[in-house]
């Protein structure tokens, strides 16, 4: 079931970008709660999705944990479980500043191909596990064999068709393929 958005009560930065030029910040906070709701209903944990919408919200290139938790309104062990989380899965990269702080950044390149193109390898474990066990419980349950057959056969083609829609994106991308 996806949820509807909610409002936050936070403190806001970003009111002024790096080079003091005025963000809106009432379009700024309504983007953070749609997409921050688009990410939860697809398992993201809420800090993390509050996070995340606030990189790519307030667009600039790296931030700290400070800046972070001043953002979304979080403590700082809030905004330390936030990113640990979002580093995990490729979200997020760290790096040390030259102010030696640590600083938060989206990975190079095309972020949302490098997301997707990491979950091949869970592709592959997803069919794998499901075809053993339609294996192993197909023939002791005639119930299990059906739909643990199917799932397998289903993530074999997702991971197996994976690298070619990768392929397409980077040449639509780059214009090379038309519009949709």
Not at 3 to 17: E, L, N, P
Not at 96 to 111: F, K, V
Not at 154 to 160: L, N, W
Request: no cysteine; net charge negative; aromatic share 10%.
């Amino acid at each position: 079931m996806i949820q509807k958005y909610v409002k936050y009560d936070r403190r806001r930065i970003g009111d002024r970008g790096e080079g003091g030029e005025s963000v809106a910040g009432e379009a700024l906070d309504d983007f953070v709660d749609r997409f921050s709701a688009i990410l939860r209903d697809s398992g993201l944990p809420p800090m993390p999705a509050r996070t995340f919408a606030y990189v790519l919200g307030l667009g600039r290139r790296s931030y700290t944990a400070a800046e972070l938790a001043d953002a979304t309104g979080a403590s700082p062990a809030a905004i330390s479980g936030a990113v640990n989380y979002l580093i995990g899965v490729g979200m997020l990269e760290r790096r040390r500043g030259s102010d030696r702080r640590h600083h938060y950044e989206l990975p190079p390149g095309d972020p949302w191909a490098s997301m997707i193109a990491r979950r091949q390898a869970i592709l592959v474990r997803w069919y794998e596990s499901l075809g053993q066990a339609a294996q192993d419980l197909g023939d002791q349950q005639e119930d299990h064999g059906e739909p643990l057959q199917l799932g397998a056969r289903f993530f074999a083609f997702m991971a197996q068709e994976l690298p070619g829609m990768l392929a397409r994106w980077e040449s639509f991308r780059d214009g090379s393929s038309g519009q949709p």
